[in-house]
């Protein structure tokens, strides 16, 4: 009967020892799945962030581009030889407009509109250039409009600028001033 007992004990023992291995490997197993699924759930959540970060890095440089763009359109306007007050021998003013070229122009543009048009959109692309006069008195000329349907975003750079007339004054040219407004599309 001892030996019976004995024999029971250890056939238990045999069958508990049988099955706490199984359990370890079992929890081994489930510990190992749970490890790498919260890897996973990590590795995704870091491509993600990444993800966003290249789409506002990428958003900002889209922006300064267009506004590096419109302060490049600015100046090539500003010295714009059909634009520029020039001095004796040709010699060109710094940051001042002619208005007897600026009112030239406008003629041009209304008389040759198409051909304005595709000459200076080399030049300027999609860009609004406004000349704004705020002294003697207000004043608006459109100098370049191109039609530019569903654009994305534009910026607006403005530059001041003396205007010149030469028609105004008697004995030396009449001098007011103004701004040149820029509004780049994209």
Known sequence: MIQKKERMVRENLQLFSHF????????????TISILFIFFILVSLGILFYAKYKSVAFQHQQDAFQEARARELTLRI???PELQCSKSQAEAEEH???MLKVNGLEDWKNT????????YFDIFSYAKVTLY????????????TPPKLGFKSARTNRFIVALRDDTLGETTPAY???????VAYS
């Open 96 to 98: 001042c407009v002619d």
């Open 176 to 182: 007011g001033y103004g701004y040149l407004e820029v």
């Open 133 to 144: 006069q705020i002294y003697p008195e207000e004043q608006e000329w459109e100098i370049y």
């Open 20 to 31: 706490s291995r199984r359990k370890r490997g079992e929890v081994q197993l489930m510990e």
């Open 112 to 119: 040759l509109e198409e051909k304005f048009t595709d000459y």
């Open 78 to 80: 500003v010295y714009l």
